[in-house]
């Protein structure tokens, strides 16, 4: 057994992405974020469906067609469709921010 708390390094000058299970039909990543954000210009589109969900800390996500980004906070979830360009504008610089984040194949 392992908890999704445990196990976190004291300094985090990169973003951490941990597969948790990783097979043929799932993905299911722990992700560590602490001031990170999508690079400028650049935009996930992604050929399968993520959910996400915020467990520890905030975030904002900004969709490519949208001119305000959704501000993510503790216990927040959303699905995220195939395709649909996204990108990370900000995550708390003073408290990490842990996502849970589920991948799969697109119908």
Known sequence: MTNIFANIPAQ???EIIENLINNDIIRIERILSNGHITPDEEWY???HDEWIMIL???ALLR???ST???KLV???YLLIPAHQKH???WTTPDEL???LAIHWKAR
């Open 12 to 14: 985090i000058p990169d």
């Open 45 to 47: 589109d992604q050929s």
């Open 56 to 58: 520890q800390g905030q």
């Open 63 to 65: 969709y490519e067609e």
């Open 68 to 70: 305000q980004p959704l």
């Open 74 to 76: 503790k216990g927040d």
């Open 87 to 89: 990108r990370v504008e």
């Open 97 to 99: 921010t842990i996502w």
